[in-house]
């Protein structure tokens, strides 16, 4: 989900250059590690937007959403029908569809937890899609120009158990989300970015 700027800040300086990519250094120096059992995924929820999505992202959810629909709850897949997975946002961007009440399209309940339809399909169904790349990064944010992408970390008050949770167990940020790194730019990129966080502050 998107947030406003009186509900996150993202920051992009002092920064280090990583082929076309400008990595803020928060994500090197912030810790976090997703904490659902106290956050109950209220990112899902939160916030004045849907997910943004890249064109990638609407080729496979479209590609997948029959065998996403059966896990999606009754209300998203009456939004679906009426709206299908995707607006376009106040910036002229792509997101997924909201509630009324806020939840994502894709949002499922799961006892007290938020989840996400795509992911729950994908994890049964193995189809190479976990989630739209925009949710699957956060906390970065990654801001996109002509000749580069500028990587920042967003803070936000809904993820502060996730922050201490990190600090307990000093967990950076770009290691928390290897696995999406790696997605969006490659294992190639992240290794530097990992040899980069090692000197970084010597």
């Not at 990583?18 to 090197?28: A, D, L, Q, R």
């Not at 792509?94 to 499922?108: A, I, Q, S």
């Amino acid at each position: 989900m998107q947030n406003t700027e009186e509900e996150g800040q993202q920051n992009y300086s002092p920064m280090f250059i990583i082929g076309n990519t400008i990595v803020s250094n928060e994500i090197v120096e912030q810790n976090f590690v997703c904490n659902i059992e106290k956050c109950k995924g209220a990112c899902c929820i939160e916030g004045d937007q849907g997910a943004p999505l890249d064109p990638e992202d609407i080729q496979r959810i479209t590609e997948h959403i029959m065998n996403i629909k059966p896990y999606m709850s009754e209300k998203g897949k009456k939004l679906l029908a009426e709206k299908g997975f995707y607006e376009i946002d106040s910036d002229g961007d792509k997101v997924t569809t909201c509630l009324p009440t806020g939840e994502c399209v894709f949002v499922v309940y799961d006892n007290l937890n938020l989840g996400c339809a795509i992911q729950k399909a994908n994890a049964e169904q193995k189809f190479d899609y976990p989630k739209p790349i925009s949710c699957h990064l956060y906390p970065i944010r990654v801001s996109n120009f002509k000749q580069y992408d500028a990587l920042g970390y967003h803070e936000w008050q809904v993820c502060s158990p996730a922050c201490a949770l990190g600090k307990q167990l000093k967990v950076p940020v770009y290691k928390f989300l290897q696995e999406p790194l790696v997605r969006k730019y490659g294992q190639q990129w992240w290794d530097e970015l990992d040899t980069i966080a090692k000197d970084w502050g010597k």
